[in-house]
């Protein structure tokens, strides 16, 4: 599966911003769906996750209950939806898939999408 993510951009702390994840191939809907950050030098971390039938979602401490991951299988595209937006949610926001597993670590997903730049002004 090939993944293309997109809807970053710059906005002000206690902004809004909804990433978005399409996927190609007509097998969309049995890929667990994760994101992740990045900041220079620093690891990949997990962000949020959502099984292929979109009945479970997990999210990181720093995020949750401000993010909300969602999906719509019959638009191939899983969405990020970033709500109350800090400066430390600047990041490169990568979206994941893998088929088997949905975990919280970058090495538990096979396919990743090219990133978009999240970038938070104080």
């Known amino acids: 599966v090939q993944l293309q993510a997109s809807g970053g951009g710059l906005v002000q702390a206690g902004g809004s911003l909804r990433l978005s994840c399409a996927a190609s191939?007509?097998?969309?809907?049995?890929?667990?769906m994760g994101w992740f950050r990045q900041t220079p030098g620093k690891e990949r971390k997990f962000v949020a996750a959502?099984?292929?039938?979109?009945?479970?979602?997990y999210y990181s401490d720093s995020v949750k209950g401000r993010f909300s991951i969602s999906r719509d299988n019959a638009k191939n595209t899983v969405y990020l939806h970033m709500n109350s937006l800090k400066p430390e949610d600047t990041a490169v926001y990568y979206c994941?898939?893998?088929?088997?597993?949905?975990?919280?670590?970058?090495?538990?997903?096979?396919?990743w999408g090219q990133g978009t730049q999240v970038t938070v002004s104080s």
């Open positions: 994941a898939a893998d088929n088997l597993k949905l975990g919280y670590t970058p090495y538990e997903y096979t396919y």
């Open positions: 191939g007509r097998t969309f809907s049995s890929y667990n």
């Open positions: 959502i099984s292929w039938s979109g009945g479970s979602t």
